[in-house]
Structure formats: structure tokens, C-alpha cells
């Protein structure tokens, strides 16, 4: 009998655009493994589930790809390359600097009867450069490949595309899942084809969305250090299931934050012992980023577990 996450790939198609991503993950992964290099995929954002195949209307989960798009940086800055899989408009690295309007309102525009040019305004120069340096080095060094996903099934087809290149990375690979995961969908063969009629009070029935970290861990990457976020709104059961997660899946550690101090606390939680991060006062107003700490923490159990003694 199928797995319940074999039949949901058996029943919602391969996303567009799918074959190309695949070769992109493969050049990056092989490139990379070449210099026996760290890569780790950084997942990003919320999944939507749509309610009805020509979608008008969908399930969103809660995330704006913050803490994915920070973490990504500050992975960079760790040496390590990059896998960028997130929802498609969310945040992104070093762009998130200057969301929405602030990146206009850093330029000057001069004109006159010949010409227009551009410029930054100079006090826009010293914030500007040093993301520029990182972000064009990047570039320059191919240390980020940005993937991107909307529904919760281009995310299962890009994630398991994702593990099928990193497995030969082996214990250099580290899955680092801060994306936000819908726990329900609608399957395939019970959605509406057209949208939804609005003059009666529609059924809809949501079902359980297979846990791909079943597979992840036992079959798919079995040598990589795997690091997966919990979610909780109620702090009484924040340790319990980060722990319980720890126990059903067999991976390494669980990091577990709450949805209204997510930017300043996360617990770490490994197999029978958990710790926290918090920020103080004093870095909160230095500016200080939590994701920059976790990071850290995270890189140096990455290298414990390559050594052996984690
Ligand atoms: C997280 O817990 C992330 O830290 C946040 C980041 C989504 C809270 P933002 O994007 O927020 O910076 O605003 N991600 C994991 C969420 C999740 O769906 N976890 C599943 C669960 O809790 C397990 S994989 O059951």
C-alpha cells in the first residue's frame, strides 16, 4: 500500500516550471560538492492551499519569510551555500533591507533638458554598500540559488527535488525548515474545479497533509543534519511538542518559538535536553537579530554532527 506522502504525489502534479528547477539544484549541489562545501536549504515562508483548481480562493499559512530570509544571510556569512526555497513574494535576503518603499526613497533623481540620471542619496551610502558587497559576492561565487513556491504542492515537488541532489552532500547538507507548512489541505479529486458559488455556506473539508520529515529522515537525506522550527501560540505545549517531534521523526533538533516573541526567543530542543535564546534589552535596541544567534548555535551543532561527536 502507498505511503500517505507517496499518494500525494501520485495525486497533485509536478509544478510548472519543475524540470528547470531541478536542473538549477542539480549544477548547484554538484558544483558545490566539488570543494566539499556545506550547503544548507533554507525553506521560507507559508504554503497556500488552494480551494479550488482554477483558484480564486486558498488557505494561507501565517509567515513572511523574515526569519528564512535572515537565517539565509547569516548562513552566507558562515561560509556555507545557500538554498533559498520560498514563497514566491515573500521576504528575501538583502533585498529585505529596503522593503517597500525605502529603496526609492534612498535615490535622487536629477533631470534636465538631456538628461535623467539616478544616484543614492549619500547618507543612503553607508547602509547600502555592505549588503551590496554581500549580495554581489554571492552572486559572484554562486553561494545562493533562489527557488521559489506557492502552493503546498510546488512546495512537497521542490523539497523532495531539493533532498534528491543534497543527499550526495551527505553529512555537509543541512536542512534548516523555518517555512510555514499548511497541516491541511484539500486533495485533489475532492476540489472544486471553478470558484467556489457564494450563495450557500460552502463544504469544505480539509485533510491531513502527509509529514514529509518521515521521509526526509529516514529515506531521503538520511546523512544530513536536519533542523526543523515548531510553531506554537500556547508556551504549555511548546517544549512537549518540539520534544515529541524530536521522537516521531528521529532528526536532530528542533527549534521552537512562540507566534508573538518569535523575534526575540526560540528554545533549541534535542534529544533529552532543550535550551533557550533570548535577546536582551540591550541587543534588541542595538539591532540585533535573533536569527544571526540561532544561526551560530545551529552551525556550531552542524559541525559537531560532521565531526561525529554530536
Ligand atoms: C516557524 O516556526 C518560523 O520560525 C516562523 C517564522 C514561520 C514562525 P516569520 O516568517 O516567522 O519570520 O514571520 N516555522 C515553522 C512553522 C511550521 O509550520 N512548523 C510545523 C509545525 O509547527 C512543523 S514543520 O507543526
Redesign the pocket.
Known amino acids: 500500500m502507498a505511503s500517505h506522502w507517496e499518494e500525494f504525489y501520485s495525486t497533485n502534479p509536478q509544478p510548472v516550471n519543475f524540470e528547470n528547477n531541478c536542473t538549477l539544484l542539480k549544477n548547484f549541489c554538484e558544483s558545490h560538492k566539488k570543494n566539499n562545501q556545506r550547503i544548507v536549504l533554507v525553506t521560507?515562508?507559508?504554503t497556500t492551499v488552494p480551494l479550488e483548481h482554477n483558484t480564486v480562493r486558498f488557505v494561507d499559512?501565517?509567515?513572511?519569510?523574515?526569519?528564512?530570509a535572515a537565517s539565509a544571510e547569516y548562513f552566507l556569512d558562515q561560509g556555507y551555500s545557500v538554498i533559498f526555497l520560498h514563497r514566491f513574494n515573500?521576504?528575501i535576503p538583502f533585498t529585505r533591507h529596503f522593503n517597500h518603499l525605502k529603496m526609492l526613497d534612498m535615490l535622487v533623481l536629477q533631470k534636465n533638458e538631456k538628461n535623467v540620471s539616478i544616484s543614492i542619496k549619500p547618507d543612503s551610502v553607508d547602509m547600502l554598500a555592505p549588503i551590496l558587497v554581500k549580495y554581489q559576492r554571492a552572486q559572484e561565487d554562486n553561494k545562493m540559488l533562489y527557488i521559489n513556491f506557492t502552493t503546498l504542492s510546488d512546495y512537497f515537488w521542490l523539497l523532495r527535488a531539493c533532498c534528491e541532489y543534497l543527499k550526495d552532500i551527505g553529512a555537509n547538507a543541512l536542512l534548516y525548515?523555518?517555512?510555514?507548512?499548511s497541516?491541511f489541505f484539500v486533495p485533489s479529486s475532492q476540489m472544486a474545479t471553478h470558484k467556489l458559488p457564494s450563495d450557500g455556506v460552502p463544504e469544505i473539508h480539509l485533510q491531513l497533509v502527509p509529514k514529509l520529515?518521515v521521509p526526509i529522515v529516514s529515506l531521503w537525506v538520511p546523512h544530513a543534519f536536519v533542523v526543523?522550527?515548531?510553531?506554537?501560540t500556547d508556551e504549555s505545549v511548546l517544549i512537549s511538542?518540539a520534544t515529541g517531534?524530536i521522537k516521531k521523526y528521529k532528526h536532530k533538533l528542533v527549534?521552537g518559538?512562540m507566534?508573538h516573541t518569535?523575534r526575540t526567543r526560540?528554545v533549541f530542543v534535542t534529544e533529552g535536553s532543550n535550551y533557550e535564546i533570548k535577546l536582551t534589552e540591550e541587543q534588541i535596541s542595538n539591532g540585533v537579530e535573533i536569527e544571526n544567534i540561532i544561526v551560530k548555535n545551529v552551525v556550531s551543532v552542524h559541525t559537531k554532527f560532521i565531526e561525529g561527536t554530536f
Open positions: 521560507s515562508g507559508g499559512n501565517f509567515s513572511g519569510g523574515l526569519r528564512g515573500s521576504i525548515l523555518a517555512a510555514a507548512v497541516d520529515l526543523s522550527f515548531k510553531l506554537e511538542k517531534a527549534i518559538n507566534l518569535r526560540v
